[in-house]
């Protein structure tokens, strides 16, 4: 990670345009700029550089390869996808980048305690493994339908010796477990550190966890460019919060031949309630401390939203993603719950690879999109993590 990795947005203020910012009392203001100038100053360390550099390497196992979906494509009689398997990072996704960053961070300024909300497990799992390894305790908020729905990391989370907050406030899931960790990080925000699972939240947040997730895209451009002497087409990446698609993008934006979409759950469909398609039907307004789109209702309350990919129920997004969309530099799409458990399925048959219900949407998107494009053509899916979470569940829904 060089300087250069890091794209000049946002401004000194914390926004995108009119996203982003630091939607926050006064106190929680000053704690977030203390925040901001402790990641500026290690971010410009060597030896931060350089031990994070160190754990991507021997901890994380990056670089993580591209893979050539080879039978998948003929099958599709299109475009060659490709994915860049973030699914292989040990503990399973893209997020153990975000959370070694965190987990440093939280080290430096001399945290005693990182608390964080977890959707499908992953967040949680990420950040249970980063705190044990930089030696710090750990306190993980879940609803109790996603405790229900993602046992295996459940148990992992307990087994890695984090604290478990079971979370049975409104619809139980990733929004209410946002909330509930925020309430205990008010208790005492000057020793806890709230280490937010996505591009989301206050100002440095959004920043700093694209920062730490752009190694992503970084290694991509340059893997694909170096075997095939020019960049893909299409790249696309699942958007709950944002975090695995903007790591994959922030290397992009500046290749404006390379078009960049951002695929959002359509769940049971776009004409019912229960989807959580925040881009594509969601207006701007304000969440968790954040300037953004936002699925709410005519008084101003977040929808309870609903994904088949607990990872991507959010109704909220990233203010830098509710920017690109205005901007026009990054189009944003939907896939529904059928389509997604169709992808889940068709990956795991045709290539051997089981992949999450939330990359599953950008596979479900590449899927839609090969047979549109020439076989000269190329699609890169950003395959954000693996499916081993979801396989219990996926069984049941489609009766294996
Ligand atoms: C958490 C998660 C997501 C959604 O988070 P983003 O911040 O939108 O990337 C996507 N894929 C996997 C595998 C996850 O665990």
């Given amino acids: 990670m060089t300087a250069s990795t890091f794209a000049p947005m946002p401004d000194a ?16 203001k000053k704690i977030m700029d203390e925040i901001n100038q402790a990641y500026e100053e290690i971010r410009q360390q060597p030896e931060f550089q350089k031990e994070l550099a160190n754990l991507f390497a021997d901890y994380v196992g990056r670089p993580s390869p591209i893979f050539h979906a080879k039978r998948l494509s003929e099958q599709l009689g299109g475009a060659q996808i490709y994915l860049k398997r973030e699914d292989l990072n040990h503990t399973g996704a893209h997020k153990i980048n975000h959370c070694l960053g965190e987990a440093l961070l939280a080290k430096f300024m001399g945290k005693t305690k990182v608390i964080a909300e977890t959707g499908a497990g992953q967040h949680g799992v990420a950040l249970a493994s980063a705190c044990a390894l930089v030696g710090i305790p750990c306190e993980i908020h879940m609803g109790q339908v996603d405790i229900e729905k993602e046992h295996p990391n459940v148990v992992k989370m307990k087994i890695l010796g984090c604290t478990l907050v079971p979370v049975t406030r409104g619809t139980a899931t990733l929004k209410d477990a946002v909330d509930s960790a925020f309430d205990e990080y008010l208790k005492d925000p000057e020793n806890f550190i709230y280490a937010i699972g996505s591009v989301v939240g206050p100002h440095p947040f959004p920043k700093m966890v694209r920062d730490f997730q752009a190694i992503i895209g970084t290694e991509a451009r340059e893997q694909f460019s170096h075997k095939h002497n020019k960049l893909p087409d299409y790249i696309t990446a699942c958007v709950g919060g ?11 934006l ?3 031949e390379v078009n960049l979409v951002g695929v959002e759950p359509a769940g049971k469909g776009l004409d019912t309630p229960l989807h959580s398609a925040t881009l594509t039907l969601g207006k701007p307004s304000q969440l968790h401390g954040m300037a953004c789109y936002v699925l709410e209702d005519e008084q101003g309350n977040p929808l309870p939203v609903h994904s088949i990919a607990s990872g991507l129920d959010y109704p909220g997004v990233g203010p830098q993603h509710s920017y690109l969309k205005d901007l026009g530099r990054v189009t944003y799409d939907s896939v529904t719950d059928d389509e997604c458990l169709n992808a889940f399925i068709t990956l795991s048959r045709v290539e051997g690879i089981i992949p999450a219900l939330e990359s599953s949407h950008a596979v479900a998107w590449a899927m839609r999109k090969a047979p549109q494009l020439k076989a000269s053509q190329s699609i890169l899916v950003n395959l954000s993590g693996r499916g081993d979470k979801d396989a219990d569940y996926v069984a049941k829904v489609l009766g294996l």
């Fill in 254 to 256: 500046e290749d404006k």
């Fill in 13 to 28: 203020n914390g926004f995108f345009g009119p996203y982003g910012g630091q939607f926050v009392p006064d106190h929680l």
């Fill in 242 to 252: 944002g975090s695995n698609a903007m790591g994959m993008f922030t290397a992009f």
